[in-house]
């Protein structure tokens, strides 16, 4: 049967070709994508295009946006096999992180992906970036299932788990990287899924659901040597305040100063929700190594594990949105929702 792929155009680099007369960077109209890149004929799928209007530069990606995207996805959900998200480099791993938590049960492929160069440039990396994820959106096993139905993110030859990237260079062709889970698929000769790292579902057929209420009533805080508890303090008392994400040092370790672990007892004992990510990108916090990570603990900090900054926000954003109860959002946070943390 023939596979049907929704490509969504929402800004970045990636859709900018060169105006032939001034040679200035121009947005291309996507309703001509066929033309602009014939190469995707060959695959002999459907495709269809939308673009939003106006696109934006992915550093004016927000909550509004996802919720766009997201109800777009679930507008189209039943129509087409799988997704397709052209989007700016830049806060692409925000987006895919929130939209992995926004999905719930999905069973398609929701691939993005950019490039550092514009598809109209002779040396771009988007064509190969574009092509590669719409065929990965398009496959299938033997069984007909999506090879990948997950929010991924596809860039230079890799595909990741989407709530598990960091973009890391601002000018390389290999702008993100997945520091603690392996890629899930690779693109050789040939496209090879490591299904073993998938995730599917236990049970197909469940009810697709998309959320689209986020609380963005989070800070995060980046400890560093010095960092003042008058500051702590102006910080944690921000009205309607409901979470900080805390960025500690190493395994989850912070200063054990009394005045410091008192200010952050108090606002966890006021409702705060204090969460733990590690200021390292790789390896994962664990607060019962260290006297410090110790008294971090018993202050009410709840451990993130190995989640990214970004998938740490995305997952307060969602979870704050679905309930105003802290106990239920704190043992929600201890679970692994979506794929986006390990435990020890
Ligand atoms: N500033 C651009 C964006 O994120 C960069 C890119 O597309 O790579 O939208």
Known sequence: MERSIFLIYTGGTIGMKQEHDSGALVPFNFDHILEEVPELRKFGYRISTYSFDPVIDSSDANPDFWVELAVLINKNYLLYDGFVILHGTDTMAYSASALSFML?????????????????????????????????????????????????????????????????????????????????????????????????????GRKFSVHTVLDTNVTVVRIFPGISVDFLNAVFSVAGLRAVILETYGSGNAPTEENFLKCIKEAVDEGLIVLNISQCQE???????????????????????????????????YLLGVSSDAVFIKKMLKKNLRGEVSFK
């Not at 899924?193 to 998938?198: A, C, G, K, R, Y």
């Not at 190594?289 to 995305?314: C, H, M, N, Q």
Request: contains cysteine; aromatic residues 12%; positive net charge.
């Open 104 to 204: 719930e049960n999905l069973e398609k492929p929701v691939v993005f992906t950019g490039s550092q160069l514009p598809i109209g440039m002779l040396r771009t990396d988007g064509k190969e970036n574009l092509i590669s994820s719409i065929e990965i959106a398009a496959s299938v096993n033997s069984a007909g299932r999506p090879m990948v139905p997950e929010v991924c993110v596809f860039f230079d030859n890799e595909l990741y788990r989407g709530n598990r990237t960091s973009k890391y260079n601002a000018e390389n062709f290999k702008a993100f990287r997945s520091y603690n889970y392996p890629v899930l698929a690779r693109a050789g000769i040939h496209i090879k899924f490591n299904t073993n790292l998938i995730n599917y579902p236990k049970m197909w």
């Open 283 to 317: 390896g994962s916090v664990e607060m019962d190594t260290y006297a410090t990570g110790i008294a971090l603990k018993r202050a009410g900090v709840i451990s993130g594990y190995d989640l990214t900054l970004e998938s740490a926000l995305a997952k307060l954003f």
